[in-house]
């Protein structure tokens, strides 16, 4: 009796870990996949946006300005 309680504990525990690992790598990796996917689409807005001139430019904005050694 008491080796059925613990082999039905066991599975029990071992489906619980195994659905746990299989909802951290659904919902995490959506969020990332969000993030770079609204990082893109500024890009592209930021690209369509004119400049100061009329004119529309082909190359991307830097996020951040170049490191002077």
């Known amino acids: 009796m008491k080796n059925i309680l613990f ?3 066991l599975l029990t ?3 619980t870990l195994l659905s746990g690992c299989v909802t951290i790598n ?3 990796p959506a969020a990332a996949a969000e993030k770079a ?3 893109i689409i ?3 807005w930021q690209l369509k946006k004119p400049e100061e001139g009329g ?3 082909d190359k991307p904005v830097p996020s951040q300005p170049p490191v002077q050694p």
Do not use: P
């Open 42 to 44: 500024e890009e592209v």
């Open 7 to 9: 082999r039905a504990g």
């Open 37 to 39: 996917a609204d990082k």
């Open 13 to 15: 525990l071992t489906g």
């Open 55 to 57: 004119q529309v430019t």
């Open 26 to 28: 659904i919902y995490f």
